[in-house]
T-cell receptor, first 116, second 116 residues
């Protein structure tokens, strides 16, 4: 089972709203990731969590706030977003960080976010 | 600075023939390479990977070749099937020895269309 589950699949929010994206995996993976993908572009890394601790923040604006409540869950809290933040947000996981043979990143189906 | 490049935005192939997707990289620290397949409105699906200590890895219809001296890798799909039509992303990872790293750097993607 290599499943990463993301909810909601679609989200429309206003610029003053506060919302959250949720991600769950039950593969026992200890590394979890948020990526952002705009249309016709490759995924871009936002955050990496390793053993529930934030290990990489790719200079993401503070209006995006990640949270890792436990080893299976990863949230992305959204507040005061801009229309240009509209994108597909991908959650992913791997057994640990240090991507190499035997430690592949698996992606969820993504959450489509539209900021109006 | 685009460290992973897929110079062909699209590729069209007849069913049953070979599809060859190419990827070039510039960062000599990359030591692990992956190919992902992505359908519209879905997250990337892991296909196949290769470590820098190898020059070939095969899995069913998919074979990845790595030429380290040329900093080039390619994905061969034989025989191609209409269901293979998707966007293919090449991705690379650098394992900073002793320091866990969780970052994948993606190419821009190649749209593969397999005609019946």
């Amino acid at each position: 089972d290599t499943e990463v589950t993301q909810t909601p699949k679609h989200l429309v929010m206003g610029m003053t709203n506060k919302k959250s994206l949720k991600c769950e995996q039950h593969m026992g993976h200890r590394a979890m990731y948020w990526y952002k993908q705009k249309a016709k572009k490759p995924p871009e890394l936002m955050f990496v969590y390793s053993y529930e601790k934030l290990s990489i923040n790719e200079s993401v604006p503070s209006r995006f706030s990640p949270e890792c409540p436990n080893s299976s869950l990863l949230n992305l809290h959204l507040h005061a977003l801009q229309p240009e933040d509209s994108a597909l947000y991908l959650c992913a996981s791997s057994q640990r960080t240090g991507i190499r043979s035997g430690n592949t990143i698996y992606f969820g189906e993504g959450s489509w976010l539209t900021v109006v | 600075d685009q460290q992973v490049k897929q110079n062909s935005p699209s590729l069209s192939v007849q069913e049953g023939r070979i599809s060859i997707l190419n990827c070039d990289y510039t960062n000599s620290m990359f030591d692990y390479f992956l190919w992902y397949k992505k359908y519209p409105a879905e997250g990337p699906t892991f296909l196949i990977s290769i470590s820098s200590i190898k020059d070939k890895n095969e899995d069913g219809r998919f074979t990845v070749f790595l030429n380290k001296s040329a900093k080039h890798l390619s994905l061969h799909i034989v025989p191609s099937q209409p269901g293979d039509s998707a966007v293919y992303f090449c991705a690379a990872s650098a394992y900073a020895g002793g320091t866990s790293y969780g970052k994948l750097t993606f190419g821009q993607g190649t749209i593969l269309t397999v005609h019946p």
